[in-house]
């Protein structure tokens, strides 16, 4: 039996130690070491098994199921990223910058499920009453009947939440900010928000309260502390957006009771958030036509089509080592095109600085933008504008090589829509094209003969000769 229990815990991620270190060997940070109390209230009973325990049912596979029952907020692109509304009982980790707009987003949400009669609790440990009341005066939202409190005790709040009618929907402003006595470290550790986390998330499971815990993201993007959270909760959301742009794009990471990779877009406007029903329309909204090293990329976020512009610039450098900088794409990616360009294209960006940006504070992850990038960064580098009514798709392989992707008719229908009248995508190997899309479709098998394509019209010897 160990004689003592580990008690120096990673700020960060949640391991423990029994000694004082600089370093967290789990993470890799540096000074995330804290002095907790010990007292696992979980694994105290673990360690001595006793001799009787219950039999378990075992069911099969199949069986009859109803399906979890939704509640919609009326938000819609909320709805969407929840896969159609609040799930009972569930239990919701909304993350993101601090400032992002959380607060009021979920402000809004709970307002807008008040004024559909169900009791909804705004818990907020960060704002006194008077401040959340401001901000509702401020989106107009006065006269739902949502129940305001601002508490960070959760005995205080489950107690209190227990009695008479249970509410629909909780919202706790934020998890950092609670703490329990059940056990006996500072407020904002793992352990406390771990523990404060476990009680709010039994309470859910044990009224069908829906629960959403606001949790704030640390510098490199993790969810700081509740970190130790994403796991137990059922779905995980966050909250992006520039902070120079007013698009504020909700994105679900884990969700238990719905697709992931669904995207709400949300505008902050001077009365709060807007939603964006087409968002389409506004990444597009202010395209600079005519200039090189602009590309209109054609993407899928969760089951929607958008179309966003990428842009790029390349420039001789100064440096010794050129710079690459990227905003809301895969930096590696970059490199990865720019090796291909190099090497199968002839196009030379050694001595070249590249920026590439997404526009409207959009984060791309698919692989499909590479052609969109790549056209872009060739635009840029030859001075050659791409037509102002062409969009792009594909993946580029390490060979050069054009890869179709996944949707391509919901891409095309899509840019159809917007008065797109051409379209560059990769020779569909399979004949899944629609044979009348509304555009011209410009096949390409390699990425080569897209540069060839966009070197016609401009500066040829920009492009392939200087070095
Ligand atoms: P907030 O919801 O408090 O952010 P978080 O809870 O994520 O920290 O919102 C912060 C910013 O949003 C703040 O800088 C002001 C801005 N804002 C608006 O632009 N319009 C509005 O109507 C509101 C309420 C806030
Ligand atoms: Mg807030």
Not at 120 to 139: D, F, N, P
């Amino acid at each position: 039996m160990s004689r003592k229990t580990l008690s120096f815990v990673c700020q960060n991620c949640g391991a423990a130690y029994t000694r004082w270190q600089g370093k967290c060997e789990s993470c890799g940070e540096w000074n995330t070491l804290a002095e907790e109390a010990s007292d696992a209230p979980v694994g105290k009973g673990a360690a001595k098994l006793p001799g009787r325990a219950r039999m378990i049912d075992l069911q099969p596979l199949s069986g009859v199921t109803d399906e979890a029952p939704r509640l919609a907020t009326s938000l819609s692109e909320f709805d969407r990223v929840t896969g159609g509304g609040l799930v009972r009982g569930s239990v919701i980790l909304v993350g993101g910058d601090p400032g992002i707009g959380k607060s009021t987003l979920l402000v809004q949400v709970a307002a807008a499920l008040a004024r559909l009669k169900q009791r909804t609790v705004y818990i907020s440990g960060e704002e006194a009453v008077a401040q959340v009341r401001l901000r509702a005066e401020r989106l107009a939202l006065t006269d739902a009947a949502v129940e305001l409190a601002s508490e960070t005790s959760v005995e205080d709040i489950v107690a209190t939440l227990s009695q008479g009618e249970l509410p629909r929907l909780v919202v706790i402003d934020s998890i950092q900010t609670m703490w329990t006595s059940s056990v006996e470290s500072a407020p904002g550790t793992v352990t406390q928000v771990r523990a404060s986390a476990q009680m709010l998330i039994r309470f859910a499971k044990r009224t069908g309260a829906c629960v959403i815990l606001v949790g704030h993201v640390t510098k490199d993007g993790q969810i700081a502390g509740p970190r130790v959270v994403e796991h137990m909760v059922d779905a995980v959301m966050s909250f992006e957006g520039e902070g120079s742009h007013q698009f504020r794009i909700l994105r679900a990471v884990k969700n238990r009771f719905g697709p992931t990779d669904e995207i709400g877009v949300f505008e902050m406007t001077g009365l709060g958030l807007r939603e964006v029903t087409n968002p389409s329309e506004l990444f597009l909204s202010e395209r600079d036509l005519g200039s090189p090293g602009t590309a209109v990329f054609a993407g899928i976020e969760g089951t929607r089509p958008v179309l966003v512009e990428i842009q790029a610039l390349v420039a001789p450098t100064s440096l010794g080592t050129p710079r690459r900088a990227v905003v809301g794409w895969d930096p590696s990616r970059l490199s990865m095109l720019i090796a291909v360009l190099e090497a199968h294209c002839g196009v030379r960006l050694g001595t070249h600085d590249v920026y590439l940006n997404v526009a409207g504070g959009l984060r791309i992850n698919e692989p499909a933008a590479d052609l969109a990038a790549a056209a872009a960064l060739v635009s840029s580098l030859a001075g050659a504008p791409l037509p102002a009514d062409a969009v792009y798709f594909g993946e580029v392989s390490l060979s050069g090589a054009l890869r179709p992707v996944a949707q391509a008719p919901a891409r095309l229908k899509e840019a159809a829509k917007l008065g797109f009248a051409r379209a560059f995508l990769p020779d569909p190997g399979r004949a899944d094209m629609p044979a009348d899309a509304g555009l011209t479709l410009g096949a390409h098998g390699n990425l080569a003969s897209l540069v060839a394509d966009i070197a016609a019209r401009g500066n040829r010897n920009r492009l392939l000769r200087e070095a």
